[in-house]
T-cell receptor, first 115, second 115 residues
Framework: AQSVSQHNHHVILSEAASLELGCNYS??????LFWYVQYPGQHLQLLLK??????LVKGIKGFEAEFIKSKFSFNLRKPSVQWSDTAEYFC?????????????FGQGTTLQVKP | DTGVSQDPRHKITKRGQNVTFRCDPI?????LYWYRQTLGQGPEFLTY????????KSRLLSDRFSAERPKGSFSTLEIQRTEQGDSAMYLC?????????????FGPGTRLLVL
């Protein structure tokens, strides 16, 4: 079965530190890739997405992610985090070759940014 | 664009009771998804509709669960004879699917606690 793995379950950083959250998926075909964020007390919001084209995608709030097909990875990065980035981050995959848009999510990574 | 809304936001029930949740998608979105999220995990797909047709159901969706989207607009998710293991956050998402590329927008969720 297809799965999504997020390696870091809990990350603690100081403000201005750089962030990289890992995401790997297990599926050999075409995929659409997403990062969602859930701020405390809020609902899931889309950070960025990849369908095709340039494997380096930019999202909101200075986040970016790089799709590396050979590594089945879609890691999320931000050069300098802020306290307001404290949230839970979810990587999700949709099998692009299927007609269903259902998302397969990773377990999530809780990011805590210390002021 | 008023976003995806869900009602109620919280529900406490006793084991064995039936509960029903409602989801109102973003208008003109043709797809509607239900997911379930438990503590420390990412959302798990339950079922989805394209317009009024229910096209896929997860094996997670036991016979006690039923979902409808009668007019292709709002959707309801009913759980009959609730069990403690049903306690979770139930998330609804909607999207407009074009050429296999779609972005799902999530509602705030309904948190269910079964006592």
């Amino acid at each position: 079965a297809q799965s999504v793995s997020q390696h870091n379950h809990h990350v603690i950083l100081s403000e201005a530190a750089s962030l990289e959250l890992g995401c790997n998926y297990s599926y050999g075909g075409t995929v659409n890739l997403f990062w969602y964020v859930q701020y405390p007390g809020q609902h899931l919001q889309l950070l960025l997405k990849y369908f095709s084209g340039d494997p380096l995608v930019k999202g909101i709030k200075g986040f970016e992610a790089e799709f590396i097909k050979s590594k089945f990875s879609f890691n999320l990065r931000k050069p300098s985090v802020q306290w307001s980035d404290t949230a839970e981050y979810f990587c999700a995959v949709n099998l692009g070759s299927s007609n269903t848009g259902k998302l397969i999510f990773g377990q999530g990574t809780t990011l805590q940014v210390k002021p | 664009d008023t976003g995806v809304s869900q009602d109620p936001r919280h529900k406490i029930t006793k084991r064995g009771q039936n509960v029903t949740f409602r989801c109102d998608p973003i208008s003109e979105h043709n797809r509607l998804y239900w997911y379930r999220q438990t503590l420390g995990q990412g959302p798990e797909f339950l079922t989805y509709f394209q317009n009024e047709a229910q096209l896929e159901k997860s094996r997670l969706l036991s016979d006690r669960f039923s979902a409808e989207r009668p007019k292709g607009s709002f959707s309801t998710l009913e759980i009959q004879r609730t069990e403690q293991g049903d306690s979770a956050m139930y998330l609804c998402a909607s999207s407009f699917s074009v050429s296999g590329q779609e972005t799902q927008y999530f509602g705030p969720g309904t948190r269910l606690l079964v006592l």
